[in-house]
């Protein structure tokens, strides 16, 4: 892997292709150790082979944080915590201001940084699975985004149920968004997050016959996923 570019402790590394390519993949990865799904990564695998450059986000996670940050962190988790217990509403709308909801934004923050460090006249599309595509989703538009590609969306937490961090701002997205979701998958299904949440006119909800680590997928619908994410990047005109 070679390091394209760093902002403070996260990076983005090249997976696969060079830099005279037109068209770029960004991954969103949570951490920098994650590894897609085997249906995901073989997607990423065929598109690299299709001319597309693949780069991937590796957020800070070795940074030091200062002792006073992280006692900070400490207290706002632990009233997190003892909120959750004693009030059956919480979060509610202040999940917007929880721990998780801030490390997700911060991640999103640091991955549009780099991208508008990628050469200008290039075509960028990220794609994220489960906590990367929230990443994704969250990163604010930039010249070149032609869209947002999401495997497995964390509509809802398998425990907490819904939580409005997860979903509030998929009304606002004003750049294309797929959301390829399985029937089976514990963090809300397609057919749900269609009836239950506000989704902007720009989301496209796919729905697949499978769980969130998209084993056994279709021949059918592994056609389906292929032309959606070409039409994307732009390999072939919109059907």
Known sequence: MEEVCRSGGSSLVRLHGGADSTRVLVIASRMSAQVLPGFVQEEVERLAGLGVEVLQFHPDAVRPVPKPLRRARWWRRRLHSILRRIC??????????????QDVRRNARELRRMCRQIRRGREVALLGHSRGARIATLVPTFEGLKGVACFGYPFQHPLNGPQCSRTRHLAFLRV???????SRDEYGCAEDAASRYRLSKRVALVGLTTGHGFDRVSGEEQKIVRNRLEEMLGLVPIS
């Open 88 to 101: 059956p509403s919480y979060p509610g709308v202040l999940d917007l201001i929880s721990p998780e909801h």
């Open 176 to 182: 294309p968004c797929l959301v390829f979701q399985g």
